[in-house]
C-alpha cells in the first residue's frame, strides 16, 4: 500500500488487484490436495505437494487457472524457461487436438511488426511439429489484426541444398500447403529473401509469398532464439514475448530479461486472450 501511494497509482487492494500469502491461505488446503490429485502418479508426495503449494508461485496460478479463479497468467520473470513450462502443461495442459507448446517472439520494428518461432520449447521440431507451430503462430498473428505471410527459413533456397534440416522445411511447406491452402506461406527460403520481395522474385519467381513475410518459422531452438536476441540486442525494434502458443489458456511464460513495460504489455494481451475465449 506505501509503495502504490509512493508511486501514485490509483489503484485499490480487493477492487482492482489481491494479494496472496502462499504461507497463510484459507484455500491451502484444496490446492495442494488438487495439486497432488494430479501429479501423484508422477512422483509428487502429499509432502512434496504441500511444499509446492507454499513456495511454487507458477504451480499457485496454474491451480488457479485449473480451477476456474482465474482466465489468464503471466509467469516466469526468474529460473528456467522449462521449468515453468513443465508446471504449466502438467495442471494447465494443451490446446484440444493440439501435440506440442510453442513459443513466439514478437518485435515491432519500423518497417512493420516480426513473429519468430519457435524461440524457447522445441529444440529440433520435427515436420509435423514445424506445421503445428506454424499454423498455430499465424492464428496468433491474426489475432494482432495481421494477416499472416509465413516464411519457413533455412540455409537453403527453394531446394538449392539437400541438407537434413533443409529437407524438414521443405516437407513442412508441402504439408503447409496440402493442410491450409489458404495460407500465404513458402519455402524453405534464406532470411534475406523473405524480408526482400524484389531479391525473392529474382530468386524465384514463382513464389507464394508476397511483400515482407511476418511470421518466420526456424528450423531448429538455437536458430529461432539467436535471430531474435540477435535482432532485440541491436536495438532492432520494441520486443514483445513470448507468447505461448498451444496452452488450453491463456498463459504465458516470460523471461529474466523482460522489462516492466513488457510484462503490461503481456498481461494486457493475456486478457484479451482471455476474453476472446470466452466470447467464442
Same mark, same amino acid.
Given at each position: 500500500?506505501?509503495?502504490?501511494?509512493?508511486?501514485?497509482?490509483?489503484?485499490?487492494?480487493?477492487?482492482?488487484?489481491?494479494?496472496?500469502?502462499?504461507?497463510?491461505?484459507?484455500?491451502?488446503?484444496?490446492?495442494?490436495? #488438487?495439486?497432488?490429485?494430479?501429479?501423484? /502418479? /508422477? #512422483?509428487?508426495?502429499?509432502?512434496?505437494?504441500?511444499?509446492?503449494?507454499?513456495?511454487?508461485?507458477?504451480?499457485?496460478?496454474?491451480?488457479?487457472?485449473?480451477?476456474?479463479?482465474?482466465?489468464?497468467?503471466?509467469?516466469?520473470?526468474?529460473?528456467?524457461?522449462?521449468?515453468?513450462?513443465?508446471?504449466?502443461?502438467?495442471?494447465?495442459?494443451? +490446446?484440444?487436438?493440439?501435440?506440442?507448446?510453442?513459443? %513466439?517472439?514478437?518485435?515491432?520494428?519500423?518497417? #512493420?511488426?516480426?513473429?519468430?518461432?519457435?524461440?524457447?520449447?522445441?529444440?529440433?521440431?520435427?515436420?509435423?511439429?514445424?506445421?503445428?507451430?506454424?499454423?498455430?503462430?499465424?492464428?496468433?498473428?491474426?489475432?494482432?489484426?495481421?494477416?499472416?505471410?509465413?516464411?519457413?527459413?533455412?540455409?537453403?533456397?527453394?531446394?538449392?541444398?539437400?541438407?537434413?534440416?533443409?529437407?524438414?522445411?521443405?516437407?513442412?511447406?508441402?504439408? %503447409?500447403?496440402?493442410?491450409?491452402?489458404?495460407?500465404?506461406?513458402? #519455402?524453405?527460403?534464406?532470411?534475406?529473401?523473405?524480408?526482400?520481395?524484389?531479391?525473392?522474385?529474382?530468386?524465384?519467381?514463382?513464389? /507464394?509469398?508476397?511483400?515482407?513475410?511476418?511470421?518466420?518459422?526456424?528450423?531448429?531452438?538455437?536458430?529461432?532464439?539467436?535471430?531474435?536476441?540477435?535482432?532485440?540486442?541491436?536495438?532492432?525494434?520494441?520486443?514483445?514475448?513470448?507468447?505461448?502458443?498451444?496452452?488450453?489458456?491463456?498463459?504465458?511464460?516470460?523471461?529474466?530479461?523482460?522489462?516492466? /513495460?513488457?510484462?503490461?504489455?503481456?498481461?494486457?494481451?493475456?486478457?484479451?486472450? +482471455?476474453?476472446?475465449?470466452?466470447?467464442?
Amino acid at each position: 500500500a506505501k509503495r502504490i501511494e509512493k508511486l501514485g497509482l490509483r489503484l485499490e487492494q480487493s477492487t482492482h488487484f489481491d494479494v496472496v500469502n502462499p504461507e497463510n491461505d484459507p484455500r491451502y488446503d484444496d490446492y495442494w490436495r #488438487g495439486y497432488h490429485t494430479i501429479m501423484q /502418479r /508422477r #512422483g509428487v508426495s502429499p509432502d512434496a505437494a504441500r511444499t509446492i503449494i507454499r513456495t511454487n508461485t507458477t504451480v499457485i496460478a496454474a491451480m488457479m487457472i485449473k480451477r476456474g479463479e482465474a482466465d489468464a497468467m503471466i509467469c516466469g520473470m526468474y529460473g528456467r524457461y522449462l521449468e515453468h513450462l513443465r508446471h504449466v502443461l502438467d495442471i494447465v495442459g494443451l +490446446a484440444e487436438g493440439v501435440l506440442d507448446a510453442s513459443a %513466439l517472439s514478437i518485435l515491432v520494428m519500423q518497417t #512493420g511488426t516480426i513473429f519468430i518461432c519457435d524461440t524457447h520449447v522445441t529444440y529440433d521440431p520435427a515436420v509435423e511439429e514445424l506445421v503445428e507451430m506454424t499454423l498455430l503462430s499465424a492464428e496468433a498473428v491474426r489475432k494482432f489484426g495481421e494477416t499472416p505471410k509465413v516464411a519457413l527459413l533455412s540455409h537453403s533456397n527453394f531446394g538449392s541444398r539437400d541438407t537434413p534440416s533443409a529437407i524438414k522445411m521443405r516437407q513442412a511447406v508441402q504439408m %503447409l500447403n496440402e493442410q491450409a491452402p489458404d495460407l500465404e506461406v513458402d #519455402g524453405e527460403m534464406q532470411a534475406d529473401v523473405a524480408l526482400d520481395e524484389e531479391l525473392r522474385k529474382r530468386i524465384f519467381p514463382d513464389s /507464394r509469398l508476397t511483400g515482407q513475410a511476418n511470421l518466420l518459422i526456424l528450423p531448429n531452438l538455437e536458430a529461432a532464439n539467436n535471430a531474435f536476441n540477435f535482432l532485440k540486442s541491436l536495438g532492432e525494434g520494441l520486443p514483445m514475448g513470448p507468447i505461448l502458443v498451444g496452452c488450453a489458456s491463456p498463459v504465458h511464460i516470460l523471461t529474466p530479461s523482460v522489462t516492466a /513495460r513488457g510484462i503490461i504489455n503481456m498481461a494486457a494481451l493475456a486478457v484479451v486472450d +482471455a476474453q476472446t475465449r470466452k466470447a467464442d
